[in-house]
């Protein structure tokens, strides 16, 4: 079966960092390009970042630098280190699964961070 399965989320200070995993089940990591979104109360869904099957990665503008997403292989994980952590980075973080050879998305649950004193 295939899914995704988040988790890492949290409170944390400002200025503090968290790591996201993303546990995915059935998928290959080679066929998929994964990504990192965040959606916070009351906006648009916003794309993090990403890494695709060969291992590129690609980030929002704003983030980068403070934001680093990477695969495990062992662990079949999609991680996202997040650090110099925000109040506007609080939000659910969701991770997906977009196939490179076609039309398919998988989606996880999302796990939520809050970003507060």
């Known amino acids: 079966q295939v899914r995704l399965v988040e988790s890492g989320g949290g409170l944390v200070q400002p200025g503090g960092s968290l790591r996201l995993s993303c546990a995915a089940f059935?998928?290959?990591?080679?066929?998929?390009?994964m990504a990192w979104y965040r959606q916070a109360p009351e906006k648009e869904r916003e794309l993090v970042a990403t890494?695709?099957?060969?291992?590129?990665?690609a980030y929002a503008d704003s983030l980068k630098g403070r934001f680093t997403i990477s695969k495990d292989y062992d662990k079949r994980t999609i991680d996202l280190q997040m650090n110099r952590l925000k109040p506007e980075d609080t939000a659910v973080y969701y991770c997906?699964?977009?196939?490179?050879?076609?039309?398919?998305?998988?989606w996880g649950q999302g796990t939520q961070v809050t970003v507060s004193t």
């Open positions: 997906a699964a977009h196939a490179e050879w076609r039309e398919y998305n998988v």
């Open positions: 059935g998928i290959s990591f080679s066929l998929y390009t």
């Open positions: 890494i695709t099957g060969g291992g590129t990665t």
